[in-house]
């Protein structure tokens, strides 16, 4: 099964169970990175911010999920409240 597939079924499952949850998505998204070449991270308006070891930062406390990336000149922190595949 590919990444792809992968992360679908995840999507579906979560889904199906009455929504994406933040700890279901945090499951999908980390085993996104693991297995992505280059992830990254696309702002409207932006240029791509890659998801590089590090410079990334997901954070689950109560119902809440939490992304922040990094690089040298720029800081996102995005509030995750649902994914698609």
């Not at 109560?62 to 409240?81: E, K, M, P, Y």
């Amino acid at each position: 099964m590919s990444a792809r597939d992968r992360l679908r079924s995840l999507t579906t499952r979560a889904k199906a169970a009455g929504g994406c949850n933040p700890a279901d998505a945090l499951t999908v998204i980390e085993r996104f990175l693991q297995t992505a070449k280059q992830p990254a991270l696309l702002e409207p308006g932006e240029e791509f911010l890659a998801l590089e070891k590090d410079h990334y930062a997901l954070d689950l406390r109560a119902s809440r999920l939490t992304l922040q990336a990094w690089d040298r000149h720029r800081n996102f922190v995005r509030r995750v409240v649902d994914i698609h595949s």
